[in-house]
């Protein structure tokens, strides 16, 4: 019996490793991506989307839906350009991923961040998922040579990304200076500012930036996990006399077709490396997860071999992998298996054995992106191929609370965002804003469209704190009690 290829996780359907011919019939005209088998959930997926949408008001603080006329794979917030009263105004990055009818794009939006407790319950009410939301403006469009798989932005500087596409290298882009361009079929692709190598194989989604000093981590088809310093390139530059390094915001004023080799190649995984990320603390230590199923912790410092390893983290495919900056001990993981797993760094051994803390076991289908709130230590969400993005709150774990609640609602999870009609490939917390969230789906078969971008925050009333939240319901309680009385 024929072996099928393995399925390439987190990609819109019918997507290949190549953009050669993609997007193609028979006949070879160009064609709408063709659905996977993942659709025969469709139904589940209707019925819990309209669920959701009837009780949208009681749920939400703010949201906006805005259709997208491709499938974006990733959404990252930048800098925040303007603060207002009612409003903030703050760039957010997405990708166009085509059907090569129209070249493949990265956008930079202006986004409208309507502030707590400002929108009106008919506001939050009215969601048009098919249309554009007027929140989101097109600021600027870059041509990407590829498909955009993965965007991050560089912390020192958020005008500053990283990209990874179907190959090797790594591309950064200053996002300011690159000049705005027309999508058109035959046009030229935007230049990047500087390219990273040291890939020998494809790189296609482990991607992460440092948050102390401007490194970059990567991983590949090539089982490594490679290493750079923006910063040695801007060294080059100064020693040539051509620009200074003390800023960051010049890190990629450079010549055209610069490029920077790595600083350190690691080598432990068996398979592709699928995602990477920084600890918190140190530009030195990292972390990255694979095919292979492990969950692999290195140290720069000590050289290119694993420090601590967890061999069998998953039963399948860990797609991807977050660090907890505000306790570095936790470590999360995504899998195919539909789980996530937290780890102790504590207990992690370099013969690699390794024990959840806890397994959460609330999607029904890969989980494709899991991330540390940046407001609460002890919450994350997850986003899975269900259609649902999950936040979870590991103190919650093993409370009795009598709450009148499902008992089947898996340990952890207290909010369950299912405004997405298809899987979410990707989402970020908003630093600049507790509790809000960007989150992308690509849901074309539902909608008019390539996919969906959401901006949402759920009422304050279930982030706060508990006792908090008790004396204002009083309050309002005892306000209702005195209109009755007067009318």
């Not at 200076?177 to 935007?190: C, F, K, T, W």
């Not at 986003?383 to 409370?399: C, F, R």
Request: with cysteine; aromatic share 6%.
């Amino acid at each position: 019996m024929e072996s099928t290829p393995p399925r390439k996780r987190g990609r819109p359907k019918g997507s290949t490793t190549s953009t050669k011919g993609k997007g193609k019939d028979a006949a070879g005209t160009p064609s709408r991506i063709k659905p996977s088998a993942a659709h025969k959930k469709k139904p589940v997926v209707d019925e819990g989307y309209t669920r959701w949408k009837q009780v949208v008001p009681l749920l939400y603080d703010w949201i906006a839906s805005h259709n997208l006329t491709w499938p974006s794979l990733s959404c990252r917030w930048g800098p925040v350009l303007e603060r207002g009263a009612q409003k903030n105004i703050q760039r957010l990055y997405l990708s166009e991923q085509t059907d090569r009818t129209q070249p493949n794009t990265l956008i930079i939006a202006n986004c409208d961040v309507v502030k707590c407790r400002v929108a009106s319950e008919s506001h939050i009410a009215n969601i048009n998922e098919d249309a554009r939301s007027p929140h989101v403006k097109t600021y600027k469009t870059i041509l990407h040579p590829g498909e955009v798989n993965r965007i991050r932005e560089l912390h020192q500087n958020k005008n500053i990304i990283a990209t990874h596409t179907d190959c090797p290298e790594v591309f950064i882009w200053d996002v300011e200076a690159q000049p705005n361009r027309h999508a058109i079929l035959g046009a030229e692709d935007s230049r990047p500012d500087l390219v990273l190598s040291g890939h020998q194989d494809n790189a296609e989604f482990a991607l992460a930036m440092c948050r102390a000093v401007p490194f970059v981590l990567s991983g590949g088809k090539d089982k490594s996990v490679v290493l750079w310093s923006i910063q040695d390139h801007v060294s080059t530059l100064a020693n040539a006399g051509t620009q200074s390094a003390e800023t960051a915001s010049s890190i990629v004023k450079a010549a055209d077709n610069s490029t920077v080799g790595p600083r350190g190649i690691f080598q432990g995984h068996t398979d592709t490396v699928e995602d990477v990320q920084f600890s918190p603390s140190s530009s030195q230590q990292f972390c990255s997860v694979g095919d292979d199923s492990c969950l692999i912790i290195w140290d720069a410092r000590i050289g290119s071999d694993p420090v601590d390893k967890v061999e069998k983290a998953h039963d399948a495919d860990i797609h991807c992998v977050d660090w907890n900056s505000h306790d570095e001990n936790y470590i999360l993981t995504g899998s195919e298996d539909n789980t996530v797993c937290m780890f102790d760094r504590r207990n992690i051994s370099a013969s690699g054995v390794g024990i959840p803390v806890h397994k959460f076991s609330g999607h029904n289908a890969a989980v494709l992106s899991v991330q540390w709130s940046p407001d609460k230590c002890s919450v994350f969400g997850s986003s899975a191929e269900d259609g649902l993005l999950n936040i979870w709150d590991y103190e919650k774990v093993g409370q009795k609370e009598d709450t009148g609640s499902d008992p089947d609602t898996p340990a952890g999870l207290f909010f369950k965002h299912a405004g997405h009609r298809d899987k979410v490939v990707d989402f970020h917390w908003n630093v600049d804003d507790p509790w809000t969230i960007a989150s992308v789906s690509d849901d074309g078969e539902f909608a008019d469209g390539g996919g969906t971008l959401q901006i949402w925050r759920m009422t304050d009333l279930l982030s706060r704190p508990q006792d908090e939240v008790l004396a204002e319901l009083e309050k309002f309680k005892d306000h209702v009690s005195e209109c009755s009385k007067t009318s």
